[in-house]
Nanobody
């Protein structure tokens, strides 16, 4: 069973930095495609950044240059470094693992989410 636990959320001032981490247990981490999503109040959940098992990253336009996604296969963690944060970055941030289940089937697992609030 794959389980994800996020940490690192909190209150940060505009222009500041925050580092989110997601620890993954179960499964073969190096084969997983990882992603960070966020959901602001009254809005749909949106993808923020993705990082596949081969190390290729993609970002939503609104966070490009400011956010960096990375992974440590030995530690089984994926990290989202958030710099120059803005009030519109306020949301609950979720970690997602896209896990190969064999025979071309992939399963998604989610963490419980961590709150990020950008405010002065």
């Amino acid at each position: 069973q794959v389980q994800l636990v996020e940490s690192g959320g909190g209150l940060v001032q505009p222009g500041g930095s925050l580092r989110l981490s997601c620890a993954v247990s179960g499964g073969i981490f190096s084969t997983m495609n990882m992603a960070w999503y966020r959901q602001a109040p009254g809005k749909e959940r949106e993808v923020v950044a993705t990082l596949n098992s081969g190390g290729s990253a993609n970002y939503v336009d609104s966070v490009k240059v400011r956010f960096t996604i990375s992974r440590d296969n030995a530690e089984r963690t994926v990290t989202l470094q958030m710099n120059s944060v803005k009030p519109e970055d306020t949301a609950v941030y979720y970690c997602k693992a896209n896990v190969p289940a064999g025979y071309g089937v992939w399963s998604n697992y989610w963490g419980q989410g961590t709150q990020v609030t950008v405010s002065s």
